[in-house]
C-alpha cells in the first residue's frame, strides 16, 4: 500500500426471559432490558454481512417489485418479488432490466437475456446479446445478438421475425418504429419496421456503402435523424428521412463547409443531434478551427498566462482551446440552409420550447469576476431571420432558473427576488409574484450564504399557469401576473412539499446548454413529497377536489415512490438510524406492508437511537444537533463522544449508515456508536465575516449541552470533519481544548494562500469563496487582512494543544494537498503532536478500497487511544506503519 505517514511525534435463552415469557411477570419494565442484555456487541468481522438496499422496478400493477442487493465484496444481486405472497428471484449481477406489460420480467446477465414468466416461475435465457429494447404500446422485444442477428418476438412466445446481419437499431419514442441497420457483402443499408403491424413488410431507407449510426427520432418519432460514415475516408455525413413523406435529406461536409467555412462534424459523442417538433429543422454539434488560431501556435510546451485573459489559463484548458469548442448549427433539409447558432463571441445556448429561437449567452461576458457564478447577458436569435436582440443583461443565472416554457410562448427567469417572463412574441417582461408578498428564494447550498430560487415545477395544460416553490408550498401563477394561489398548505402544517420523483421522469430535461419544463396536468393530481421541520418525511396525493392527502408520512425517511394510478399501488422505501431500508407496498387505503427487509441480522446486535437535541450558540441562537447513542446504552457509564462538523446534518437524523470501514473520509457513526461512542452532529450557522469563529460557537455551545446532560466524559471528546468541516476541525483546534483528539480530513488551514490558489479540477480561481461564498469574508486579503487572519487556523497555529491525525490524496485539486502539508509542518516546528496521512493516487475524496479501510482504521486507532486509552498502535507512537 502506497500510504504515507507523516509523524509530528453463546445463544441459549436465559431462566429470567423464560420465566417471563411463562408468566408475563414486569414485561414492560425488563423487556427492552432482556433484548438488549443478550445481543452481540457488532465488530468489523461482522461487517461484511450488510448490503446496500436500491429500489429497481416495479410492475405496472404493483404486484411485483424488483430491487438490488450490493455487497462491499464486489457482490451484487437482483431481486423480483411478488409484494403479496412474497415469492421471489434472484439473478446475480444483473442489469438492465424491466416489467412488460403482461407478467414478464426481463434482464441482463452479462451478455445473456433472461425472460421470466412471472405467472409460471419459468425462465428462458438467450445467449450473447448485445442489446435489446421492449415496446410497452406493442408488448414487443427486441434483441440483437452478438452474432448479429435481430429477433422482434413477444415476451412469452418464440420470434415472429429474425433479421441477420443487424449493425445497430432504434426503437421510436412512441414505441411504434423500429429503424435498423444492415449491412451485406459491405453495402449497408437502413430499414423501418412498424412494430404494431408485424405483417407489413419493412421499409428500405437507404442503402451504399457508408455505415448509418447515431438515429435521433423527432419526440413523437415522426421523422429521424442519423449519420453515415465512410469506411474508407472516414467523411461524415448527416441525413434526415420524413417518415410519412419519404423525403430523404442529406448534409455532406463538403456541403457544410461550403457553407460554414473551416467547419466540421464531430465524433458522434459529441454530436448532439436533435429535431425540431415541427419536422423543419435538425441541430447538430460541429468543431469550427480558425486560421488565427492554427498559424498562432506554439512550437513549446510553453503556457501562457496572460493577466488580460478572460479565464486564467487553467480554466480555459480544462474547458479546451476555444479553436477547438464544439459548436451547434441548425440545418433546414427543405431548402439545404444551414446557420451557425453558436459563435466564439456566443458559445452557450438553449433552445425555446418549440425551437424556432435560440437564447444565446457568452459566460466570459464580464470576466474577468470573483464570484461563483458570474453576471451574463441573454440575447434572443430568431432561427429564422438570424435577428438578434437583447432579452436581459448582466444577470448571474443559474441554468436550471432559465426555462423555455413547451409552447415556445415565454422564458421563466428569477430576477430581484421574484419570477418573471419574457414572452418571445411581445418582447415584454412582466414580474409574476411581486403581489403575493410570499419569498420565493432561501438558501438552498449548505455551503453558501445566498439566497438561491425554491425552484419551479413546470406549466399547466395550455400554459395558463406556472408551478413554483416557496419554502414550504407549491404555487400556480398567472403569467400575464394576473392571478396567484396557493395549490397546498405546507405552512401552516410547517411541511416542506415537493414534486415526487415518480417512475424515474424528471420535471427537467437537457436542452443543450441548459434545460426545459415540461407541462403538467393538475387534473391527473400530483404526488408529492412532504418533509417536516423535525425530519419526519412522506408522500401526500394532492387533487383538485382536496388539496393534499397523506399517503405515507412517518418518523423516518420515506424515499423512492412508485406510484401506480390505476390499481391505487404505492411501493416505496423507508429507513430510520436503526431500522435498515426496507422495500413497502400499500395498496389504496390498506396498511402498508412489508416487501423486503434489508439487513435482518442487525436484530442480533446491539443498536444505538438517535435524537434531536436543541441547543443555543452563545448569541442565543436556537439550533438543533443530533445525537447517536452508543449501542447497549449503560446510563450509568459515562461514555467517549466523537463531534463530527459540517454544516447543517440534521436533515439526515433518519438515515441508516451500513457499518463499514469502507468509508470516504474515514468517518462512519454507526460504527463510533457500535464501538461505544456517542456520536454528536451540531447544526453550525455561519455568521458573515466570522466564519471560523461560527463554527466554534456552535460546535463548543453544542458539546457543552452534551456534557451538562451527564452523559459523556468531559475529557473524552474527539472532533472531526472533512473538506469545509475538515477547516472547521482545525479552526477550533486552534481555539479550545476541550476536544482531547481531532482529524480533520483534506481541509482547508491557510485561507490566505488559498485565496491566491486555484481548483486545479476545474481551472477555477477560489478567490469567490472567500469574498463570498462559504467563508463570506466580504473583502480580499488586500483590503482587510485581519478578517483573514482571524478566521485562518494557520494564523492561530501555535494555540494548538489538542493531537490531530490529518490526512488528505496526494491528487485533491479541489483542496490542494499542500494546505494539509502546510499545517503539518507548523505543528511539526512548534512540536505540537499531530501525524498527517498522504495517499497517493487519491483525490478529495478516498476512492480506493484498500484506502478507505486504512484510512477508517487509522481514524479508529486513534480516537481509540485518546478517547478510550487503548493501546496505541506502533505508527502513532513511533511513526511507523
Not at 293 to 321: C, F, H, M
Not at 345 to 360: C, H, R, T, V
Request: aromatic share 12%.
Amino acid at each position: 500500500m502506497m500510504i504515507k505517514i507523516y509523524n509530528g511525534r453463546p445463544n441459549g435463552l436465559p431462566i429470567a426471559i423464560v420465566l417471563i415469557v411463562l408468566f408475563g411477570l414486569l414485561h414492560i419494565a425488563t423487556s427492552g432490558w432482556a433484548q438488549t442484555a443478550h445481543k452481540k456487541d457488532l465488530t468489523a468481522a461482522d461487517y461484511h454481512l450488510w448490503g446496500i438496499l436500491g429500489l429497481d422496478k416495479t410492475s405496472a400493477n404493483g404486484q411485483w417489485v424488483s430491487y438490488k442487493m450490493r455487497y462491499e465484496q464486489g457482490m451484487d444481486t437482483l431481486f423480483v418479488r411478488n409484494s403479496n405472497t412474497g415469492e421471489t428471484f434472484s439473478f446475480p449481477s444483473a442489469r438492465s432490466s424491466l416489467f412488460t406489460t403482461n407478467d414478464f420480467f426481463i434482464c441482463q446477465l452479462k451478455k445473456d437475456l433472461v425472460i421470466l414468466n412471472l405467472k409460471t416461475g419459468k425462465q428462458e435465457l438467450i445467449k450473447s446479446i448485445k442489446k435489446y429494447v421492449y415496446s410497452p404500446l406493442t408488448d414487443r422485444l427486441v434483441i440483437l445478438t452478438s452474432s448479429e442477428d435481430m429477433m422482434i418476438r413477444y415476451a412469452k412466445q418464440g420470434t415472429i421475425i429474425q433479421v441477420n446481419q443487424v449493425v445497430d437499431f432504434s426503437l421510436s419514442p412512441d414505441e411504434q418504429m423500429l429503424a435498423y441497420t444492415r449491412v451485406l457483402n459491405s453495402t449497408y443499408s437502413l430499414h423501418l419496421f412498424n412494430l404494431a403491424q408485424p405483417d407489413q413488410k419493412e421499409k428500405l431507407v437507404i442503402n451504399g456503402e457508408e455505415n448509418y449510426t447515431d438515429f435521433t427520432w423527432q419526440k413523437d418519432g415522426k421523422s429521424l435523424a442519423f449519420l453515415t460514415k465512410s469506411i474508407d475516408q472516414g467523411k461524415i455525413a448527416l441525413l434526415y428521412y420524413i417518415l410519412s413523406s419519404g423525403s430523404l435529406s442529406r448534409l455532406s461536409t463538403k456541403e457544410l463547409l461550403s457553407k460554414l467555412p473551416n467547419s466540421f462534424f464531430v465524433q458522434s459523442a459529441y454530436l448532439n443531434l436533435m429535431v425540431s417538433d415541427d419536422l423543419k429543422k435538425v441541430f447538430f454539434k460541429f468543431v469550427h478551427t480558425e486560421e488565427s488560431d492554427l498559424a498562432s501556435k506554439s512550437t513549446t510546451d510553453v503556457e501562457i498566462w496572460n493577466g488580460n485573459d478572460k479565464w486564467v489559463y487553467e480554466r480555459q484548458r480544462v474547458n479546451g482551446p476555444e479553436s477547438k469548442k464544439y459548436r451547434t448549427a441548425v440545418w433546414f433539409p427543405s431548402n439545404g440552409q444551414v446557420a451557425a447558432i453558436t459563435s466564439k463571441a456566443f458559445p452557450k445556448m438553449f433552445l425555446s420550447g418549440d425551437q424556432e429561437y435560440a437564447i444565446i449567452s457568452d459566460p466570459k461576458a464580464y470576466e474577468p469576476q470573483f464570484k461563483e457564478y458570474g453576471p451574463m447577458d441573454y440575447y434572443v436569435l430568431n432561427l429564422k431571420t438570424s435577428e438578434k436582440k437583447l432579452m436581459l443583461a448582466n444577470i448571474p443565472m443559474v441554468a436550471s432558473d432559465l426555462l423555455p416554457s413547451p409552447s415556445g410562448k415565454y422564458i421563466t427567469y428569477f430576477k430581484d427576488a421574484h419570477w418573471w417572463i419574457y414572452n418571445l412574441e411581445t418582447g415584454k417582461h412582466n414580474n409574476l409574484t411581486s403581489e403575493t408578498k410570499v419569498s420565493f428564494s432561501g438558501k438552498i447550498y449548505q455551503l453558501d450564504h445566498e439566497n438561491w430560487p425554491f425552484g419551479t415545477l413546470g406549466w399547466t395544460v395550455n400554459e395558463n399557469e406556472l408551478l413554483i416553490y416557496d419554502q414550504y408550498d407549491i404555487w400556480a401563477v398567472k403569467p400575464d401576473g394576473s392571478g396567484f394561489r396557493r395549490l397546498t398548505h405546507g405552512r401552516e402544517k410547517q411541511l416542506e412539499f415537493r414534486q415526487a420523483s415518480l417512475n424515474y421522469n424528471d420535471h427537467l430535461a437537457r436542452n443543450f446548454d441548459g434545460y426545459k419544463a415540461r407541462i403538467v396536468d393538475l387534473d391527473k393530481g400530483l404526488m408529492i413529497n412532504g418533509t417536516a421541520d423535525d425530519f419526519q418525511t412522506g408522500y401526500f396525493k394532492w387533487t383538485k377536489q382536496g388539496g393534499e392527502q397523506q399517503v405515507v408520512f412517518g418518523e423516518r425517511h420515506i424515499d423512492q415512490m412508485r406510484y401506480d394510478e390505476k390499481s391505487q399501488s404505492y411501493i416505496y422505501t423507508e429507513e430510520r438510524f436503526d431500522l435498515s431500508p426496507r422495500v413497502m407496498v400499500k395498496h389504496g387505503v390498506s396498511n402498508p406492508k412489508i416487501v423486503f427487509q434489508s439487513n435482518p441480522q442487525q436484530e442480533k446486535y446491539k443498536w444505538g437511537k438517535v435524537e434531536t437535541i436543541l441547543y443555543k450558540n452563545s448569541k442565543g441562537k436556537k439550533l438543533k444537533a443530533t445525537l447517536y447513542y452508543p449501542a447497549g446504552y449503560n446510563p450509568n457509564v459515562k461514555y467517549p463522544m466523537i463531534v463530527h462538523v459540517y454544516q447543517r446534518q440534521s436533515n439526515g437524523k433518519h438515515r441508516y449508515v451500513n457499518p463499514s470501514k469502507v468509508n470516504v473520509a474515514g468517518y462512519n457513526r454507526t460504527v463510533f456508536t457500535t464501538q461505544g461512542y456517542f456520536v454528536l452532529l451540531p447544526d453550525i450557522e455561519l455568521e458573515p465575516g466570522i466564519p471560523g469563529e461560527s463554527a466554534v460557537d456552535c460546535t463548543v455551545s453544542a458539546t457543552n449541552k452534551i456534557i451538562s446532560l451527564g452523559l459523556v466524559n468531559p475529557k473524552k471528546i474527539g472532533l472531526i470533519g472533512h473538506s469545509f468541516g475538515g477547516y472547521e476541525t482545525a479552526f477550533i483546534a486552534t481555539q479550545t481544548d476541550i476536544f482531547a483528539a481531532a482529524v480533520p480530513g483534506a481541509a482547508i488551514t491557510d485561507i490566505n494562500s488559498l485565496y491566491l490558489g486555484l481548483n486545479w479540477a476545474i481551472g477555477k480561481p477560489e478567490m469567490w469563496r472567500f469574498e463570498g461564498g462559504n467563508w463570506n469574508l466580504g473583502a480580499t486579503p488586500f483590503d482587510n487582512p485581519s478578517v483573514y487572519l482571524r478566521n485562518s487556523p494557520m494564523a492561530h497555529v501555535n494555540k494548538v494543544n489538542t493531537p490531530l491525525l490529518i490526512w488528505s490524496g496526494k491528487l485533491d485539486y479541489q483542496v490542494h494537498w499542500h494546505q494539509s502539508v502546510s499545517f503539518y509542518l507548523a505543528l511539526r516546528r512548534l512540536h505540537k503532536k499531530n501525524i498527517m496521512l498522504l495517499y497517493p493516487e487519491e483525490g478529495h475524496s478516498l476512492q480506493q478500497q484498500k484506502n478507505q479501510m486504512d484510512l477508517s482504521n487509522r481514524v479508529d486507532q486513534w480516537f481509540g487511544y485518546y478517547l478510550k486509552d487503548e493501546k496505541p498502535a506502533d505508527w502513532i507512537v513511533n511513526g511507523t506503519k
